[in-house]
């Protein structure tokens, strides 16, 4: 989970093995990475009961973590918009506030996922 989320529930999906951006990963850590980046995305619009999702990944320019790295965030209709893209973020209001996003989407990805525990 972000810890700066632009929404509640925004997502992080993370290679594990060091990749620095997306020009420089091998294609089979990129199809790894989307294909659970589909995966969440697809919880996601059911734990949160989003409207849509925003898949966003930053390469070089903005990309304030050297780690390939994709962003899975919730959208609403009416939720205010990407008001300057990406910023201002909000803030969950405690650890248990994002535990109880984290486990609400881990609970969406049980049985779609051999990855839900991850």
Known sequence: MDRA????????IVPTAHVEHLLVAD??????VMRRSQEVAIAAMDA???DGILTVTNTIVSQSVPH???HVI???QGD???RGFLWPRKRYSSQEELLE???RLRGSLVGRSPYASD
């Open 5 to 12: 989320p632009v929404f509640l529930g925004h997502a992080l």
């Open 27 to 32: 294609p089979e850590v990129v199809i790894e």
């Open 48 to 50: 949160y009961r989003a």
């Open 68 to 70: 390939l790295h994709v």
């Open 74 to 76: 919730a959208r609403h």
């Open 80 to 82: 205010g918009g990407l």
């Open 101 to 103: 996003y984290r486990d």
